[in-house]
């Protein structure tokens, strides 16, 4: 019985790592060919990318749903993130990026909050 108890929280944290490791492989890869040259274009320079937190969406007014098989032949996911820019004058904004996935290919990002246009 205790090698069982072992082998699930193992199998657990891995799991967990493993999300991890994508969502961050996710930002990574939207930082750099998307975000960045967003802000680039807009006379903006990037300061941080940080985690919305567990079932949050940021500045999106969306509700977020858990599902084991996608509705409606849905298989688009949306991961989201706080982005901090600021340009030479100093002056610092915080938006939103939604970033759509599919299969973990990054399919395009949204932009949200005071002073994105």
């Known amino acids: 019985m205790l090698k069982v108890i072992i082998i699930l929280i193992v199998a657990i944290a891995f799991i967990i790592a493993i999300n991890v490791l994508i969502y961050q492989w996710?930002?990574?890869?939207?930082?750099?060919?998307?975000?960045?040259?967003?802000?680039?274009?807009?006379?903006?320079?990037?300061?941080?990318?940080?985690?919305?937190?567990?079932?949050?969406?940021?500045?999106?007014?969306?509700?977020?749903?858990?599902s084991v098989v996608s509705e409606m032949g849905r298989?688009?996911?949306?991961?989201?993130?706080?982005?901090?820019?600021?340009?030479?004058?100093?002056?610092?904004?915080?938006?939103?990026?939604?970033i759509a996935t599919v299969f973990f290919l990054i399919s395009g990002v949204e932009y949200k909050g005071i002073g994105i246009n």
Request: charged share 20%.
């Open 26 to 66: 996710i930002i990574y890869k939207s930082k750099r060919k998307f975000i960045i040259p967003f802000l680039e274009t807009n006379g903006w320079m990037l300061v941080d990318i940080s985690h919305v937190g567990f079932f949050n969406t940021g500045d999106f007014d969306e509700e977020i749903g858990c």
């Open 75 to 98: 298989t688009v996911n949306h991961t989201y993130a706080f982005v901090t820019a600021s340009n030479s004058n100093g002056e610092i904004i915080k938006f939103t990026a939604k």
